[in-house]
């Protein structure tokens, strides 16, 4: 399973910025994705994520609002539209693929992305 996340930058608070993480079309349409997020000295956190079918997701508190997974099926591609960022969004972001829709559990995992927001 090959997992590439993309979209990362140094953006201004308040600004936006969309992350892709895109997979083979077998492993696209064999499970459930999400986002997870690393900042320096922390451990890393749940972010979002979306069911196979694209209909259920989830996202942690902190996000909760302002973030938007969804997955394209014709691209085999998963997205994460952040807007309002916040220096407290600045971490590494990796995307996952697992089973259940859950916030932890996943099998495989992306190179991840760096985030960088400035204040």
């Known amino acids: 399973v090959q997992l590439q996340a993309s979209g990362g930058g140094l953006v201004q608070a308040g600004d936006s910025l969309k992350l892709s993480c895109a997979a083979s079309?077998?492993?696209?349409?064999?499970?459930?994705m999400g986002w997870f997020r690393q900042a320096p000295g922390k451990e890393r956190e749940f972010v979002a994520a979306?069911?196979?079918?694209?209909?259920?997701?989830d996202y942690s508190d902190a996000v909760k609002g302002r973030f938007t997974i969804s997955r394209d099926k014709a691209k085999n591609t998963m997205y994460l539209q952040m807007n309002s960022l916040k220096p407290e969004d600045t971490a590494v972001y990796f995307c996952?693929?697992?089973?259940?829709?859950?916030?932890?559990?996943?099998?495989?995992w992306g190179q991840g992305t760096l985030v960088t927001v400035s204040s």
């Open positions: 079309a077998r492993t696209f349409n064999s499970y459930v």
């Open positions: 979306i069911s196979l079918s694209g209909g259920f997701t």
């Open positions: 996952a693929v697992g089973i259940g829709l859950s916030r932890s559990g996943y099998a495989y």
